[in-house]
């Protein structure tokens, strides 16, 4: 697998610095691998901290600044990042008023966010952490047990975010966060693996005519294999899986995301098939996100993300935001 | 090649219902294939159309919106929209101060693009055109007599999309399209060629272990095929074939973008290769964007755009924009 990079090695310093000269309102230590808000620590702040394994781009450092995170930690390609760095990062970030750890369900992204909690707890920093699983496809995979964490992290990240911006307390943005991850589900599906630039190659093996259902963000196995299914069919298949484990009866969020490799003219084909789907089931969608926000790399695939909101949560969806992949309102 | 599609021959039509429920704001006729500004025509407005062959998406359609395009005719898969499209859009946004048609350089686009200027006009319509010819790869290919247009139409359709905001006649906004367009430069590699939903395998061969350098938009062959090369040497040969063409006294704004397949984190580490090749020849960037604008279906790859400015399309730049894809300061 060709890729355009320089060596394996050198792939997250090497973005970390093209990140910086392409957002200038972010500090991006690339050296300590720390992406910031600028005007970080904001006075009388929730500060709002999140990081995971490289390859997910735009996620999380895409979501940096105002009316989301303060800041994002990137661990090598589809690997946590290190205690130091999510302690760096509070430490920027907080004003006193503490700071939330956004934590996707990997093994050791729980590992390393805990005990930077400790850590950060010693230098006098409040934190609270929210842990974000809303993947329904599999309980345990290679990287988890429990559900794993995908598309919900950007909701999460999203209404907290907006939550701290408008000066709410630690716990109440704590709160808020863990109320979207209960009311948000995810479900996945590859139409070819990723490469990661470590190993070159296929990170599985997917034959021609095959499709994986229930797939994660990391190439990891989902729920079963099928033969190649259209549009239509896969729409119903991911909508029914996320509507057996959690039925709305409110409005939702939707968030039809692109895994890296997939056209975005097929995903705007395969968005309105998943609105078709949630109407056929009588599912009101009130705000919608088409595009590559949680991805894996050069997989090509999709996954459905929904969730179920009540007004206040609607607000801070509507709530102003600006970081390079978000940005609406200001 | 597996796709996230129902059949092939209703893709463009599936994205554009997509496209529909997911962007209330633009009005999307998916049958006649024309996604308008929604509050269109604006009183005493120019209106700004294009259009092209799907599959670059977010381009055209994803640029529609107030400081940018007010109208977009999607043809089918790398084949231009027909002259009823572009009369039909040029209708809907016409506030009677006349329209721009944007037009990158193919031959089918130049055709029908200039027969449906005549239609308009016959209607009463006042139109001008600008032609975007800024890659500097080849002269005359499989789609083209003449230099392709590739990245500079993202910086056409902002900035002179700004100039029409901002209230000024067609002639300025069509002097400023095309002063964007001649101080404009492209040049993109391919590592994979892309798959059209029709033929549903690669356009070309591009065996392991080589790239082709001087790509186009539509799997056409570039310049030359090379071994495999570092995103630092192709950043190196990209930078030059533009300044051998056009050597900036000014600031540039600079686009980096991805052709589809190439994930967020390669592409990042690629703008920090091209930020210090044009630092060691002494071109000043006064702004960036990096991420998939102008697009070529799932192929890995990227270009660059360099387009020299002076304060005046500076200030056209930063002006304020809102888009599905392009989006600051409202």
Redesign the interface.
């Given at each position: 697998m060709?890729?355009?990079?320089?060596?394996p090695e050198?792939?997250?310093t090497?973005?970390?610095?093209?990140?910086a000269?392409?957002h200038p309102e972010l500090t991006v230590d690339a050296d300590n691998r720390v992406i910031v808000r600028r005007d970080a620590p904001v006075a009388d702040k929730v500060g709002l901290v999140s990081g995971g394994g490289?390859?997910h781009?735009?996620l999380h450092g895409?979501f940096v600044g105002p009316g989301m995170l303060s800041a994002a930690c990137p661990g090598e390609?589809f690997t946590s990042p290190v205690p130091d760095q999510m302690v760096r990062a509070a430490a920027a970030v907080d004003s006193g008023k503490g700071v939330l750890f956004v934590v996707k369900n990997y093994t050791g992204d729980v590992l390393n966010f805990d005990m930077a909690a400790e850590l950060a707890e010693d230098e006098g920093i409040q934190v609270a952490k929210v842990l974000v699983n809303d993947d329904v496809a599999v309980t345990d995979s290679t990287f988890t047990a429990g559900r794993r964490g995908t598309g919900a992290t950007l909701f999460v990240e999203k209404l907290a975010g907006a939550a701290a911006d408008e000066g709410a307390p630690l716990e109440r943005v704590e709160a808020i966060a863990r109320q979207v991850n209960e009311n948000s589900r995810s479900f996945g599906v590859a139409?070819?693996a990723c490469s990661t630039p470590a190993k070159g190659s296929p990170t599985f093996d997917l034959p021609?005519?095959e499709?994986e259902l229930g797939i994660g963000i990391h190439g990891e196995p989902g729920r079963e294999r099928r033969p190649?299914m259209?549009?239509?069919e896969?729409a119903d298949v991911a909508v029914d899986a996320i509507l057996d484990d959690l039925r709305p009866r409110n409005p939702v969020l939707l968030l039809?995301n692109g895994m890296?490799?997939?056209?975005?003219?097929?995903?705007?084909?395969?968005?309105?098939?998943v609105?078709r789907a949630l109407t056929e089931r009588d599912v009101a969608?009130a705000r919608?996100?088409?595009g590559?926000y949680v991805?894996s790399?050069?997989m090509?695939?999709?996954s459905v993300t929904l969730c179920q909101i009540d007004e206040e949560l609607l607000r801070l969806w509507d709530a102003p935001v600006r970081t390079p992949a978000l940005?609406?309102g200001m």
């Open positions: 060709k890729m355009l990079i320089n060596v050198s792939v997250v090497d973005a970390l610095r093209g990140m000269a392409a490289s390859g781009e735009p895409g390609v139409l070819s021609p005519g499709l190649m259209t549009s239509r896969i039809v890296g490799g997939t056209p975005l003219l097929e995903l705007y084909g395969f968005h309105a098939e609105q969608v919608v996100l088409v590559n991805t790399l050069d090509a695939g999709a940005r609406w």
